[in-house]
């Protein structure tokens, strides 16, 4: 049997592409390396799947994406975020709804709805438990696919295996070989929105700490690499949530050039001045209380120890006995709390993948490769990654889209 579509890897962007070949009225196949598909879409949001991020300005929500974004312009145009939450609803009979941040997620707040929507529209056409070895070429054409089951064929081939990010879910980045060994390039590949480490071994005790309304800011050589405000949460080797591991490639691609800073301000929408006359109002007021005490309306608990322990003040100092020299150095490790970067978490913390198939071989508008006749790319296997917050499934839903309904 020669199918119409063979779709290699069962994620996100696969298993929509395969509803959509099913929509048009194509035969399928989908080549899935695991005993299920959705395996990695199943842990996305917290296992809520964040669907998308409910931005419908093209070129705002282009904007957002890290790297290579403006590539996405063809694909966004053809299936944009309104289409994807039309999609849902209508093909896919799932409720949405948006939160804090625009990010969209299934009203029942279940992954598990999502695929198990997803897998019940392809129904028997995938085959699971299958890896592809290679692809057979017929000069610049792709005539089948081998597996250990034996060779498949198809009209049209659209490779959406994934990156390497989350192994354990079966992304293991066979698909950059697969593409490699036909001619794609591959750019660097990188882990990405992974949480970073740092070498204070303080941060250890501050593991769990939730961090909101703050601004992190990265640095090397006093020179600033990044900065972002709002929410972050300390680990027991470092630092996590969604504006660090936003950072984090910015962070990891500087790290290769030398040391990195980290700088907190626990307090961004005070300015200096401003903090520093509160504080020396509290200091007045508070009279004989020791500093821990002071320091509890302006700190979480658990930081409380050891901002006292970098400032060098004895802990027993009466708030009325604390000079200016001393409230200077309150007021900086309130505002500029630093610290190292040692490196970033590995591929089993990443959430995707920096680097992949270039995209100067992809074109925008298809997802067809310019170097094979018959070859299609969806999802994470494209050199293209944006923020936390749905960013990152929205490219796999236009891209598997857009693959599915190209044609050879």
Known sequence: MTYDTIIIGGGA????????????????????????????????????????????????????????????????????????????????????????????????????????????????????????????????????????????????????????????????????????????????????????????????????????????????????????????????EGLSGPIVIDMSREIGDALEKGEVNISIDFKPAIPKEELDKRLQHDLKESGRKNLRTLLKSYLPSSLIPIVVDLSQIPPSTQACDINREQRNTIIDLLKDFKLTVSGLESWDKAIVTSGGVSIKEIDPKTMKSKLIDNLYFAGEIIDVYGPTGGYNLQICWSTGITAARSRP
């Open 13 to 236: 962007a696969g298993l929509i592409a395969g509803v959509e070949c099913k929509r048009l009225g194509q035969s399928f196949l989908i080549i899935e390396r695991n005993p299920r598909p959705g395996k990695k879409l199943v842990i996305t949001g917290k296992g809520r799947c964040n669907v998308t991020n409910h931005n419908t300005n093209l070129d705002d929500l282009v904007s957002k994406y890290q790297r290579n974004g403006k590539f996405l312009y063809g694909a966004f145009s053809r299936f944009s975020v309104e289409d994807t939450m039309k999609y849902f609803k209508d093909i896919l009979k799932i409720p949405l709804k948006v939160e804090r941040g625009k990010r969209v997620f299934p009203k029942s707040d279940k992954a598990v709805d999502i695929i198990y929507a997803l897998t019940e529209q392809v129904g028997e056409n995938i085959l699971p438990n299958t890896s592809v070895m290679k692809f057979n070429m017929d000069g610049n054409t792709i005539s089948s696919v081998t597996t250990y089951k034996g060779d498949f064929k198809a009209k049209k081939y659209i490779l959406a295996t994934g990156g390497k990010t989350y192994p354990v879910t079966g992304s293991n980045g066979d698909g950059y070989t697969l593409a490699k060994e036909i001619g794609h390039t591959i750019t660097e590949l990188k882990p990405a929105l992974v949480p970073i480490l740092c070498k204070e071994k303080y941060v250890k005790e501050l593991a769990g700490l939730s961090l909101k309304y703050v601004t992190i800011s990265a640095y090397q050589n006093e020179k600033k690499v990044c900065s972002k405000f709002g929410e972050a949460l300390f680990t027991h």
